[in-house]
């Protein structure tokens, strides 16, 4: 059945994201796990095992943050299912006031943070026999996830699938701050003129093995501005707003 698409401001842009603009409401209701489950290529309900699934973001997860929270809520869900989540950051940052850490300690999820190198983190997935990596897709520093990782996971784990989840499609936000700025803005953890972004993040999307998506929206703008991106390869997960997570 249709799920509403509440407001929420998860972008300080003064033109906002796509996702707290667009009005449209979503398809379907989506259960992030079993699209999880659906990735490692076994049926749910019909086999037994529960994939290993390794998140990888910056930093432990930011609970002031909504796109952390959505990651958060999701990850409460796989582990009340029986699955096994673990979590990656590429530091350590954690400021709190509470701290993402503990919450991952208190879900029982397993921390690796900060990834010290590449193999590090090659290492994490053999000895957590893990079958889905999920990369988050934000812009916050000056390699994103993705750039740092995708490719090595992908040419020395090709067994192990590969999922992009993003909260935005930020390249169009960068040239909607443009355009609203009247010229390219940098600072704030952009370097990038909204073109290479454009072509950075369109590729990420493109390798990876599946998109999570915030809306459907985002879902035709990325498709509609990449090639080769059928359908099946992405899913909307929105906020679960009635799940808390503190």
Do not use: N
């Not at 409401?25 to 999880?36: F, H, I, K, R």
């Not at 390249?171 to 972004?197: I, K, T, W, Y």
């Amino acid at each position: 059945r249709p799920v509403p698409s509440p407001p929420h401001a998860c972008c300080p842009a003064p033109v906002g994201c796509l996702a707290c603009r667009s009005p449209k409401l979503s398809e379907y209701e989506v259960d992030g796990p079993a699209a999880l489950h659906k990735v490692a290529g076994q049926r749910s309900g019909l086999v037994a095992l529960k994939p290993g699934v390794l998140f990888v973001h910056h930093h432990p997860p930011h609970l002031h943050l909504g796109s952390d929270r959505r990651l958060l809520a999701l990850l409460e869900q796989m582990v009340r299912g029986g699955y096994r989540p673990s979590f990656a950051g590429v530091d350590d940052y954690d400021p709190g006031p509470v701290r993402g850490r503990t919450r991952l300690s208190e879900l029982g999820v397993p921390l690796l943070a900060p990834i010290v190198t590449g193999e590090d983190l090659l290492d994490w997935v053999r000895h957590h026999d893990v079958a889905v990596v999920v990369l988050l897709l934000w812009f916050w520093k000056k390699a994103s996830v993705p750039a740092l990782y995708l490719r090595k996971l992908r040419t020395q784990l090709p067994h192990v699938k590969i999922v992009v989840m993003s909260d935005d499609v930020h390249f169009r936000r960068f040239m909607l701050r443009d355009e609203h700025e009247g010229g390219p803005v940098r600072g704030a953890g952009r370097e990038q003129s909204a073109d290479a972004l454009k072509e950075e993040e369109l590729r990420h999307y493109y390798h990876a093995d599946h998109v999570l998506a915030i809306s459907d929206f985002d879902i035709r703008e990325i498709r509609a501005a990449g090639k080769h991106m059928d359908a099946a390869r992405f899913t909307t997960l929105r906020h679960v707003h009635d799940e808390p997570v503190l």
